[in-house]
């Protein structure tokens, strides 16, 4: 089997993958909104979680794909002077932000329209129904912001030190 042909059946993988991925998850938020019970959707849980997990557990020899990328799947500069860490960390704080977005709204989603309940929102007892909710939502999103940025930063610098290793590593062996 030569390459084109190996990257023909990736690409359908990939596509089924993502088909049934993106069917699990609407079927476990139409399950839970019909059910209102969290534990009647725990085997497609265990799915969401376990189809990331093991692609990544067999990719993990590939080094390249640990190294962070765009949105269009360019790479990010892996060097390690000044300029490119300024760009890496803009990167870092560009994918936090709309990871924070992302779960912010599914947040307001869950609390208005899922649960109905917005009771656990109010931290500010001395602020008004309105200015506590949206007081709080923004206390979730800057903390949100903060620890997402704060792990992406630790993990994807840690992946560009392995990379850049390794890249050292195969440089030695060829010399």
Not at 7 to 29: C, D, E, M, P, R
Not at 155 to 174: A, G, P, Q, T
């Amino acid at each position: 089997m030569d390459e084109r042909s190996q990257q023909h059946i990736a690409k359908g993988l990939a596509i089924t993958f993502s088909i049934v991925y993106i069917s699990l998850f609407v079927f476990a938020i139409w399950k839970y909104v019909s059910t209102k019970d969290i534990s009647s959707i725990t085997l497609e849980l265990v799915f969401i979680v376990m189809i990331p997990v093991s692609i990544a557990w067999f990719a993990r020899r590939d080094e390249s794909l640990t190294i962070p990328k765009t949105i269009s799947g360019d790479l990010i500069d892996t060097g390690l002077d000044k300029k490119s860490r300024t760009n890496r960390k803009k990167y870092y704080f560009l994918d936090s932000l709309g990871f924070a977005i992302v779960v912010l709204v599914l947040t307001i989603i869950s609390t208005f329209f899922i649960e109905k309940d917005w009771q656990h929102l109010y931290l500010f007892p001395q602020l008004s129904e309105v200015a506590n909710i949206i007081l709080t939502l923004s206390l979730d999103f800057f903390i949100s912001l903060l620890v997402f940025f704060g792990i992406s930063h630790v993990w994807e610098e840690f992946n560009i030190r392995r990379y850049n290793r390794k890249l050292d590593e195969l440089e030695d062996f060829n010399e």
